[in-house]
């Protein structure tokens, strides 16, 4: 029945894109997609009616489902027959309200998955955030995983646009890959749109609806204009910010213009979102899933961040999974990681994840300070009982560890859980 569903779905959207004709910008990479997406669409749509994948819609059923409007329908019959039915009223009838700009966030799980996603759409935009160890289980090298994603870049059409994260090298190597014109973002002075003058702030100002988040300035061509992110922190934030705004070059917006439609940009939920904690606490939620990579962007950031003298900085970390034969490598290389940096307190979650807590503690770290559990409640009640005014928690882990629960277990507003955490919907219960 998938196969069949999948099928129809694909002839239907190829139909639609061809009958209509937005432009098409597709985002891919190991960490950061998701807010990528979102980062971009709220710039275009400030500008141009824009249409973007809602939840996790980067497949070959989701992405034909953004291009519909609709959303999956499980086992239901008559849900995908009345999804077959949208999708003939589109192209039988003109919608004059159908979008200019779609913004497609798409994934790729295995060998072949892009090459069938890139058949369905022809990027006007390609968006790659970076390149990593995510599914190795099934690509056995990130070499694989970069040619995987580099299918997008090789078929932008000419006239288009390959925006690559310049700090990446193996993202910045695509360059070679595009037939159509480069535009580069990053830290690092040769990214042709930067970012300088970053500022992290923690604390809510009582006396203005000044909120936490970050402050920085884009640099494009000699330009330079301030932008404020809000409820966020992190570098990997900033990476989606300035992803969005070569987007929004490439659609001959100014950087004005960008900055002023991103102070709307929220960071989807579970992406180094900051919560208030208990006792005075600051948590930064980024459990909506883990890989190395991801993980140490994280650590980078958490390490670089200065707390009160008496404050304490925990990282907890979940199981990373699809790591394949790296898994209990990578864990360990996280975990010595971690050991090297300002972390008082490290917290790990999950049978992997022991690995992390064993390279800690052969990189130095305190047997004292290395706690491990099996589940992500357990390691949420350990925590409540340890934390101190001023503290800042990090938690992060792969979707299936569900860390989202180690947050709820020490937010200071849990009934707000429903509106601030990842997976809360029916299905997850």
Request: aromatic letters at 8%; one cysteine or more; proline letters at 2%.
């Amino acid at each position: 029945m998938k196969k069949i569903i999948q099928f129809k779905l694909k002839i239907l959207s190829k139909i639609i894109l061809a009958k209509y004709k937005p432009k098409i910008i597709g985002i891919t990479g190991s960490v950061g997609k998701t807010s990528t997406k979102e980062a971009v669409y709220t710039v275009l749509q400030s500008k141009y009616k824009t249409r973007r994948s809602q939840k996790n819609y980067n497949n070959e059923l989701g992405v034909p489902l953004t291009i519909i409007g609709d959303e999956a329908r499980g086992k239901s019959i008559k849900g995908w027959i009345k999804v077959f039915l949208k999708g003939l009223g589109l192209i039988i009838f003109t919608k004059k309200d159908y979008p200019e700009i779609l913004v497609l966030e798409m994934g790729v799980d295995k060998p072949g998955d892009m090459e069938y996603l890139a058949d369905i759409v022809k990027c006007d935009i390609g968006v790659v955030t970076a390149i990593g160890a995510s599914h190795l289980q099934f690509f056995k090298s990130t070499k694989r995983i970069q040619k995987e994603k580099g299918v997008l870049i090789e078929r932008v059409k000419r006239k288009g646009w390959a925006i690559l994260n310049y700090d990446d090298d193996k993202t910045r190597e695509l360059s070679e890959e595009s037939y159509a014109k480069v535009l580069s973002y990053g830290f690092l002075d040769e990214a042709d749109v930067g970012a300088q003058n970053i500022f992290f702030n923690f604390e809510k100002d009582k006396n203005s609806s000044s909120l936490p988040g970050i402050n920085f300035k884009i640099n494009y061509k000699g330009s330079v204009v301030p932008v404020r992110l809000s409820n966020v922190l992190g570098y990997s934030v900033i990476y989606s910010a300035l992803a969005a705004a070569a987007v929004g070059i490439a659609f001959d917006m100014n950087l004005v213009e960008v900055s002023n439609a991103l102070k709307d940009f929220q960071s989807p939920p579970g992406r180094m979102k900051l919560i208030d904690g208990i006792k005075d606490t600051i948590i930064i939620d980024d459990t909506y899933n883990s890989s190395p990579q991801a993980c140490n962007i994280a650590l980078d950031f958490l390490d670089r961040v200065s707390v009160n003298n008496k404050a304490k900085k925990f990282a907890v970390l979940g199981d990373m999974f699809e790591l394949g034969r790296y898994t209990e490598k990578a864990h360990r290389e996280v975990g010595a990681r971690v050991a090297g940096l300002s972390v008082d307190k490290l917290v790990v979650v999950g049978e992997r994840a022991r690995d992390i807590a064993n390279g800690a503690r052969k990189a130095g770290m305190k047997k004292e300070d290395i706690f491990h559990f099996s589940y992500n409640l357990e390691a949420g009640k350990f925590i409540q009982e340890r934390l101190s005014k001023g503290d800042l928690v990090l938690i992060k882990g792969s979707q299936g560890t569900r860390m989202e629960k180690t947050v709820k277990e020490i937010m200071a507003d849990p009934l707000s859980a429903k509106h601030l955490l990842v997976r809360q919907g029916k299905g997850w219960e």
